[in-house]
């Protein structure tokens, strides 16, 4: 296989790429900031030489533009042909991009699993796009995850991620109030999520307590339960017009007002 690159090493991209060079790949990482990696370069000039296929690891818009069209412009890196969006973002943006970037073969693959999925290798991917492109990335996604669930056009994978991390963003706020009502009334954290582990109640975020790298975090801009937040904020981008968007709006506020939450006592 031709060359690939990760662009945006952080918490997710560098397990994905260590994923990829285990398995065998030809594989580089970009980041603007020093990862301290030796396969990842903070020079775009060399990360895009003889460059053909690059998967995006960045957090929002505004670090996708900077990568594709102006600060990096890797968008028209000379050997670059085919760019794969994995990052979360508004699904009109991603739509939008395809007229920017006609000379590339585009698909978006948004994952799911977090960081200990990247960490595990066993990340979810939706991709959307072009059937034969998708065939074609099959065993980047197979290396770096355990499913691969394609959605359809262009577009359909970020679409269905987005829709996802909503309900994700429910199950989180949902726990982690139901931990808070829980403490007020002196009933062991243990216990309750012993009993929700084997009830109805049972849910990914609630079942994965002693795993998930987020678990007892409090909402920050740049954290998991932050980006959880803007997640939701691209959900609401795919809203038809005259839909009710309380709910969405009611889990913004809960993530946002999530406080660290302290280990039980042993």
């Not at 990914?204 to 998930?212: K, T």
Request: aromatic residues 6%; negative net charge; hydrophobic residues 45%.
């Amino acid at each position: 296989m031709e060359p690939v690159g990760i662009a945006g090493c952080g918490t997710m991209g560098r397990p994905m790429l260590e994923a990829l060079l285990d398995a065998g790949v030809d594989a580089r990482g970009f980041d603007i900031r020093k990862i301290g990696h030796p396969a990842v370069t903070t020079d775009v000039a060399a990360f895009a030489r003889g460059l053909a296929t690059c998967l995006t690891v960045v957090r929002d818009e505004a670090e996708t533009e900077a990568l594709l069209f102006t600060d990096q412009a890797l968008g028209s890196a000379p050997d670059l042909r085919t760019l794969v969006i994995c990052s979360t973002l508004p699904p009109s943006y991603v739509r939008g991009l395809a007229p920017r970037l006609p000379h590339l073969d585009l698909v978006d693959a948004p994952m799911s699993g977090a960081e200990i999925g990247a960490v595990e290798r066993t990340l979810s991917f939706m991709p959307g796009g072009d059937p034969a492109t998708v065939a074609r990335l099959m065993p980047l996604f197979r290396a770096m995850g355990r499913s691969v669930h394609p959605m359809g056009a262009f577009g359909m994978g970020i679409l269905a991620k987005v829709l996802n991390n909503f309900v994700l963003s429910a199950s989180v706020a949902a726990t982690r109030t139901a931990l808070d009502w829980a403490d007020a009334a002196d009933l062991p954290e243990a216990a309750l999520l012993d009993l929700i582990e084997a009830s109805t109640g049972r849910n990914w975020f609630a079942s994965g307590r002693d795993d998930i790298e987020f678990f007892r975090d409090g909402f920050a801009p740049g954290n998991t339960i932050g980006i959880l937040e803007k997640d939701v904020r691209c959900a609401l981008d795919a809203a038809p017009g005259d839909a009710d968007r309380q709910l969405a709006e009611t889990l913004r506020a809960s993530l946002r007002a999530l406080t660290p939450r302290a280990a039980p006592r042993a």
